[in-house]
């Protein structure tokens, strides 16, 4: 039996190389086959990298590949197979795929396997019907050759797509509407190339805005007035909240593929710089807060944390705002290195190299926003850095496959503070302690593991106010379960959980849907999550009283298409999780 | 009419790319025809790259290149192409010779400057008769095709070629010997792989010690115990001065071709840290300092400081330990950054990027050792480094290729402390006001520019004890003027210079004879000078009186194989210049 849900476009979520390997994981365990990450991003969705424009070359010891199938294997690759492979074949979810490997294996070893899939979590291209046997072929030859670069994509290309909608002086001084803005929520419209705005109190849309396609994530500026989205084809918008219906005032493509983008937040330098971190090319860019003016690009080419092995793709995950340093920290997943990028003087620019574990993909703050929680997926570790120091506090052993979103902040009744992920390999939720100075025999080690419905969690969530913590469930093969939440009462954590049917609560009927991302209202009393539908169904938004447990709302709107994350501003500007 | 002196490997000194640029600045007004840096120093000599490791690829646009063709066209490659137009050809003293370029240009017209060379600088590989006409034929096509790779090379590798022959628990507490170990002078034996340790004051060859090949640089530890070299194929050597007789007691390859070593000289750090950088891969190591045991690698691809684009290949040039920091001061050539690496937490590597100018070469430590004065040589600029705030102070324009070595600093009677440059493609010698204290009018200003015997520059030197500056012209295609020096009293710089006849007094008669590198002994009386003849004819080296400007002695000796730099250990270790 094949997923009913295989149309859908689970990677929208800050996921690249996770959902095939989650699904993969599955798999195993449940004998369902997985949805590669490849396949979902690039069904019916425009491709972020252009194929044409990679520089294609031959390896004379290779069987032959004709021009004109270069160009349709290079389409194909990057359609289906970069995304867990890498664009330059290095592997990353997925398995290298350079011609030292390639060509030992020959043709009719890589045709089977192209053909077949592998349990180890390679999709059946072949017998699922996604490839022809002359695809196949063409591809099982075009392996062997060297990986087609991408082009670079400098400052000359950064400036040349860089659009000023609405300069600085013809804005306005004040907010020019009613809007609540602090209690806003923007929400992804994956496939519509588009943002919602969508009011907290009322649950209205206020407003749609195009976007970059498929926006990874929406932050605020820290004064609140400036939202910044980022799409998977790397374009990022700055929207300004205060005009007289939020606009969007600038755009820059950064390059071909990205996931990252903050604000700085440090005291006297708010809303002052913005940052985005692209996977390719692999490098991060400083950016004028109020316009997007690129400054300053840094490449994160270079050696990975264990081997000390160059790596020629180390793409950019997460990226947040120091609260103790005028520093962005630049999480980079294969080098599984933590830059902390000093923003006091970019024509001199100071990066702390902090070496954490590979490959780094994303976190949180602690509760006092000094340590910074991030996953390493492929270690099965949480790194803890040091943001006052700018040091490594500890690797943290803890489930398979780590996958916190911003995790979870509270104090465990019994352990004192605490900041929890859920993971996407197994059932089990991390409570890492945090309070090294009150709580020190705790800090930094796992104190609790608690059981969840299931593998497959994306995110985790709770809030200062409320004492539940609730934990999603997107990615587990059982609908059941992947439609429905699981939350805990966190005095009472022994308790287990309650499992909440969201899904059936979205009253969308039968087919594809996953809940996920739980996210908080400002005030911390309602908890909105998604019903991500594929492109052809109704998707919606289901809204749950913190207290009761109860549905509170269901928000639907033929606009709503494939709604994923969504953010609060109040929550994201000041880091509250 | 040829050079006279076309079999000499001059780029042994510290000219990778510059030769060739020189050569071809003085053929412009001399007439005579240049000498190729990569001609010379290849010609008969190891090569530091192994081409046949270089991972071939084929362009299905480019005309047809056998498997064989490739492996021979590869050899040609890094024979006579790669010193100046780099192994990635994305072009540095040479122009870029990519197949986005190569393929518009064509088979024909390749073929064309290949044969006759150009007036800008690209040698008559045909009609001297160094290619045959099959081999031009061959290159023309094979650089439409990309350019081969060569291997990368990271922690396997280096820990796998480290060597410590005498642990730190078998070397003496004291020194063993009754060498004045201050006073010695550490010479490259460059074409015999060689270094000669000799006597400052009896003149006589101490020993010669293996290294690498063609030693770039030796540099003391901070205690004076420790001696470094560094070969142009990336060996690294240590040699212990206090056993019986200097012993090279740990050795490294850090890649394929490299120029610069240094150790760590901060309080606290002495003698704890070494670094070099290598060309190829383009990367810095720290190490221990005692053992050479290579600890952190990091990788120097990005963005050029200019036009912020990403460059594959930029080289380390020069690396000096800073005084006001705990720091190395690295200069990266091709994109013109130079990294203030921080090496008290080499776990959580602090490096601050200073964008200077293209293409950074080597320079020195002003007066007071705060700036950092270092060559921009395609920039025609000084970059003025401030090692105690790591910034940019100024950029300097200054004379046609600026090429200090390590700079003189002395007190100029008009203007104060200047540090001076001379210039490779010019006949001046730049002063640099360096005081901002107390002739701040001064300071960052070329003060005064003097006139020299001529271009070729290579290496200016005084001594804080010395009224003297000597200036060479070894590059100058006038044997009378490459085979002399000009000294000038810097009290009176304006009566002009004498000429000291150096090749003359060496007494080596007829042939190619280069007189380079003026060196102080450690009390700044005397002056050597290398004349460096062929590997075939005799060499010597030439010591003068510094203050009668008469000869001293003149060293020969049959293994003095093509001396070329020449360190004293004290000012060595105590950046005396």
């Known amino acids: 039996m094949k997923y009913s849900i295989l149309g859908l476009t689970i990677s929208a979520l800050m996921l690249s190389g996770i959902a095939f390997e989650t699904a993969s994981a599955a798999e195993r365990s449940s004998g369902h086959p997985g949805t590669p990450e490849s396949e979902m991003r690039y069904k019916g969705a425009p491709v972020p990298i252009d194929p044409s424009k990679a520089q294609e070359s031959v390896n004379s010891a290779a069987p032959p590949v004709s021009a004109a199938e270069f160009v349709r294997a290079k389409k194909i690759y990057f ?3 970069a995304g867990c492979h890498g664009v330059l074949r290095k592997g990353a979810t997925g398995k290298p795929l350079t011609p030292d490997i390639t060509l030992k294996r020959g043709t009719a070893f890589l045709k089977t396997l192209i053909n077949y899939g592998s349990p180890g979590g390679m999709p059946n291209w072949g017998t699922s019907g996604d490839l022809t046997e002359a695809d196949i072929d063409l591809m099982a030859r075009f392996l062997q050759h060297e990986p087609p670069v991408p082009p670079e994509y400098g400052m000359k290309e950064m400036e040349a797509s860089w659009k000023l909608h609405v300069p600085v002086n013809k804005r306005p001084k004040k907010q020019m509407n009613n809007l609540d803005l602090s209690n806003l929520f923007a929400v992804t419209l994956r496939d519509a190339g588009k943002i919602a705005l969508i009011d907290g109190k009322t649950k209205e849309i206020v407003q749609i805005i195009d976007s970059g396609y498929a926006v990874h994530i929406s932050r605020t500026s820290y004064s609140g007035r400036y939202l910044f989205t980022i799409g998977r084809d790397a374009k990022v918008t700055l929207i300004d909240m205060w005009m007289k219906t939020p606009t969007t005032v600038a755009e820059i493509k950064l390059g071909m593929e990205a996931r990252s983008v903050e604000t700085s937040k440090y005291k006297g330098y708010e809303d002052k710089y913005a940052i985005a971190g ?10 004028d807060g109020n316009t997007l003016k690129p400054r300053k690009i840094v490449a994160t080419r270079g050696m990975t944390v264990d081997t000390q092995e160059y790596h020629p793709e180390p793409r950019v995950a997460a990226i947040v705002a120091s609260h103790e340093h005028p520093e962005f920290v630049v999480n980079v997943k294969e080098t599984g290195q933590v830059l902390m990028v000093n923003y006091k003087d970019i024509k001199n620019l100071k990066v702390t190299t902090i070496g954490a574990a590979r490959y780094l993909h994303d976190g949180g703050w602690d509760s006092t926003k000094r340590y910074f929680m991030v996953a390493a997926n492929k270690s099965n570790k949480i790194a803890v850095i040091d943001s006052k120091e700018d040091k490594l506090v500890k690797l943290v052993d803890v489930g398979k496959i780590p996958h916190p979103g911003r995790g979870a902040n509270f104090v465990d009744p019994k352990y004192g503070p605490v900041w929890a992920t859920g993971h996407l390999g197994d059932d089990t939720i991390a409570l890492i302690g945090t309070d090294p100075k009150r709580h020190k025999s705790n800090a930094w080690k796992v104190v609790r593991s608690i059981k969840g419905q299931g ?3 994306l995110f985790i969530k709770t809030h200062p106010k409320s004492s539940n913590l ?3 469930t997107a990615l587990n093969p059982s609908e059941a379960i992947s439609q429905s939440v699981a939350v805990y009462d966190i005095k009472n954590l022994d308790k287990g959980f309650e499992v909440l049917p969201i899904g059936k609560w979205s009253g969308l009927g039968e087919g594809a849907k ?10 911390g009393t309602e908890v909105w999550f998604s019903v991500w539908s594929s492109t052809k169904d109704e998707s919606a938004i289901v809204v749950v009283d913190d207290k009761t447990r109860k549905l509170v709302k269901v928000i639907k709107d033929k606009r709503l298409v494939t709604p994923t994350g969504k953010f609060n501003v109040y929550n994201t500007q000041h880091d509250v999780y």
């Open 278 to 287: 692209t996977y390719w090319p692999p490098q991060f860019v400083i950016m």
């Open 514 to 523: 996953r809940v996920v991302q739980p996210e908080y209202n400002k005030a």
């Open 470 to 472: 609730w934990v999603d």
């Open 455 to 457: 593998g497959g969690n």
């Open 79 to 81: 359609e289906r197979c």
